[in-house]
């Protein structure tokens, strides 16, 4: 079946599904923060909207200076890109016909880009403990010019520590690989331990980070990239000119000021992710030990979840699909965390399905 390949617009995955749509439903697939984007972006709209009658910044000068001063970089070791997508799309570019592989289950879009680009793409998988056995991982990098590795991992939610981060790159390092690690939901992390010092220790190592999760902000668009300053030209060479517009410069800004909001949000996701937890762990679903604002969770009583796929997806409950994830394909069912609201909604009908299939436990 031709499921969609990305989370949110819920009317694709209904189609795709052969599920009529009900009239009020809960969209899980998007890992987007549950609070919304920040007050201030509200309040300080008016003035983003003068900068459509304006060419933006082809180099976005303000706000990668102000991203490089926060991170104790140059400004030259600081890329903005039209949402973490172009970015991982124009390093796909970079690295055209080069082996690559990817840390899986993982972001398909990482594949996806580097196959249009004719790379030779090859996994390696996490083990089922959501760990990574470095030393098996070394033999196998013999001869790859890449890495991709999604940290904090999506679609698992677990986090892995920058002791094994740096056991990776020093190994990347030796072999020559660039370590390319997606930090998209870094800031939801509460005990997130920075990579950036190692950036000019480790010329090889590519940092990407997303602001459109933290600040839900998928409508603007904006990402950035942390590297070597000659990987960061060897990108801006290929970027269309004007690839971020003024608003999303702007809102970029006015969103690294927001540190309240921030640590409201950890504090937020972190409670409703153990009464999530607890509630699943009563009724007997397994889940991962996720670290950020969305998790994986399956029935244990079947392999593949389809049947629960197509019961919650009824019931108005839109889930994000794993079968486009090598190495979990279907199953397991990725959720966001919601407001407080949702989730009770998303109980109650967890409690429904686990009262209907209760004898196959």
Known sequence: MNWPTHGSNPHYLYKAAGIRQPEQIYDFSANINPLGPP??????????????????????????????????LHKDQVFIGNGGAEIISLIGKWLTGKRVMIIEPSFSEYEQACRVNECSISYFFIDHNGKIDVPHLSEELTDQDALFLCNPNNPTGIYFEKQVIEQILTTCSEKKCYLIVDEAF?????????LVPLLNQFPNLILIRSMTKMYAIPGVRLGYMMADAEIVQALQNQQSHWSVNGIALKAGERCLDEKHYVE??????????????????????????????????????????????HFLLKEGIVPRHTYNFPGIEGKWLRFAIRSEK????????????????????
């Open 186 to 194: 870094y800031d939801f992390v509460d005990a997130y331990q920075p």
């Open 264 to 309: 409201q949000t950890r504090l937020f996701v972190r409670k409703e992710r153990e009464r999530l937890f607890r509630t699943f762990r009563k009724h007997r679903f397994d889940f991962l030990p996720s670290a950020v604002n969305f998790y994986l969770l399956r029935d244990s009583s079947m392999e593949d979840q389809s049947i629960f796929f």
């Open 39 to 72: 007050k201030s972006l509200w309040k300080n709209w008016g003035d983003f909207f003068q900068e459509i009658v304006y060419y933006p910044d082809p180099k976005a000068t303000s706000l990668r200076k102000k991203l490089a001063e926060r991170e104790g």
């Open 342 to 361: 949702e989730n009770d909604i998303l109980l109650e009908v967890m409690e429904k399905w686990r009262a209907i299939h209760q004898s196959s436990l």
